[in-house]
């Protein structure tokens, strides 16, 4: 008999893990509604004509494709299955697809219900994606995304505000972070002063790799792209620009001053610097030139958040993108978001153990069965305990003491409460401390006081 598995690229989550996870999701949750954002889901599937073509070439591969139901093979001949070509011959045979990212189903949802919206919408969306990707290390097939969006409204606040909600989860998950900040606008200003605006994409994409490649390997790239050595050169002042948020804008308005896009990058970089200087913000916001965020329908601030005390890639990202539902026919809806990496911050918060004993809402107290008797005498008590909030689980059958106990152990279930024959005279509840070993008998209600201290 074959033994079971699950498809590479996908993870079974215990109920600890679960707890984590669920630990990551809340938080986000509570301070995305603190914001008021709204929560909304997408269907886990989507008509391939709408996921189509969002992603480029490499993305419509990664895209898994659903096989229509009933007789798939209806609109195929025997000229489709000869050709051998996978994707025409896919396109006959599926209409659906597991969506690949939570943005371009948002773009979907918007166009479809805009007269149902309020704008500005300010939504977010914590559901799985899929991607045909080659598993590894920190890269599955199945994942999480955590995204939160304003649309239809052109205000930089909104910018500020991801800044904070940003700096709020972290400093709930106690993870300090530095959240580095660009702005596409300042790309395009500089790929044009250098001569080669036609090649912005190349050049992002380029000195986005700085941190993994170093400077060389960067010139080599912008090199190998066709860049002339004259524009390469223009590029590395502003490429190693140091010092304060406040003096790379000043170098910057001198560098950029012959760009109308380039300036306006650098107004919007500094509205929303003057705006966050008046807020409480705990974690460092750095201007980072050379964060250009891989995506292209990015065309103003971009952000990008680094955890300081762990070796691990940006664990939440995100910026404002002019035009999400064109591609759906509505033209004009300016937008901005961010998106948490949830399994990355699952990893830091292990790395550096931050997950608070409380957040994994293991059971608190276990009831000792000792038979038919006891287990009447304990339905109302037990009632009571959960009334007050604290989880409680009676033990299902009278197995020996030994059993029950080891029961608790491997549960790591803090307190065990034994109630016999003695105690049920007395109207007693023996509470047995099981990591101090220590006994206590009390009342129903000292029972419940000190496991709620």
């Known amino acids: 008999m074959q033994k079971p598995s699950i498809p590479k690229g996908t993870r079974d989550f215990s109920p600890l893990e679960m707890a984590k996870r669920n630990y990551i999701f809340n938080t986000i949750r509570e301070v995305y509604h603190l914001y008021g954002f709204q929560q909304i889901e997408t269907p ?26 009933g007789d798939f093979f209806t609109n195929t001949t025997a000229e489709d299955l000869q050709e051998k070509n996978p994707v025409k011959f896919a396109n006959k045979i599926c209409e659906k697809g597991l969506r690949y990212d939570l943005t371009v189903p948002f773009a979907r949802f918007v166009v479809q219900h805009r007269n149902e919206i309020n704008f500005p919408f300010k939504r977010y969306q914590i559901q799985p994606v899929w991607r045909a990707d080659r598993p590894q290390k920190g890269r599955y097939r199945e994942f999480y995304q955590c995204d939160g969006d304003i649309v239809g409204s052109n205000s930089l606040i909104n910018e500020v505000e991801l800044i904070q909600i940003m700096d709020e989860v972290f400093r709930r998950f106690g993870i300090r972070v530095c959240i580095k900040m660009n702005n596409r606008k300042i790309l ?129 990202g995100g910026g404002r993108y002019d035009n999400l539902t064109g591609v759906f026919g509505l033209d004009g809806v300016s937008g901005v978001g961010i998106s948490f990496g949830a399994d990355r911050i699952y990893d830091v918060l292990n790395q550096l153990d931050l997950y608070p004993n409380d957040a994994l809402k293991t059971t608190q107290l276990l009831f000792v069965n000792f038979g038919d008797r006891e287990e009447n005498y304990l339905f109302p008590l037990i009632s009571e305990v959960r009334k007050a909030g604290i989880r409680t689980e009676l033990y299902p059958e009278a197995a020996k003491i030994k059993k029950q106990m080891s029961y608790a152990d491997s549960k790591k279930i803090p307190f065990v409460a034994i109630v016999g024959e003695t105690e049920m005279e007395e109207g007693k509840i023996n509470l047995k401390n099981m990591l101090t070993g220590e006994q206590s008998l009390l009342t129903l209600e000292e029972t419940i006081d000190r496991l709620q201290a």
């Open 44 to 69: 886990a599937m989507e008509n391939l004509s709408t996921l189509m073509g969002k992603y480029g070439e490499e993305g419509d591969k990664l895209l898994f494709k659903i096989l229509n139901s």
């Open 188 to 316: 395009s200003g500089i790929a044009e002063i250098i001569g080669e605006a036609d090649k912005i994409v190349d050049i992002t994409v380029a000195i986005d790799k700085l941190d993994k490649i170093g400077l060389d390997n960067v010139n080599e790239e912008l090199r190998s792209k066709g860049l002339s050595e004259e524009a390469i050169a223009k590029l590395q002042p502003v490429i190693k620009l140091e010092g304060t948020n406040q003096e790379k804008l000043s170098a910057l308005r001198n560098i950029l001053s012959t760009s109308e896009t380039g300036m306006k990058g650098v107004e919007e970089l500094e509205f929303i610097l003057n705006k966050i200087a008046i807020t409480d913000l705990q974690a460092g916001l750095d201007l980072d030139l050379t964060l250009a965020r891989g995506l292209n329908y990015y065309t103003g601030a971009i952000f990008e958040v680094k955890a300081l005390d762990v070796q691990i890639g940006s664990i939440t």
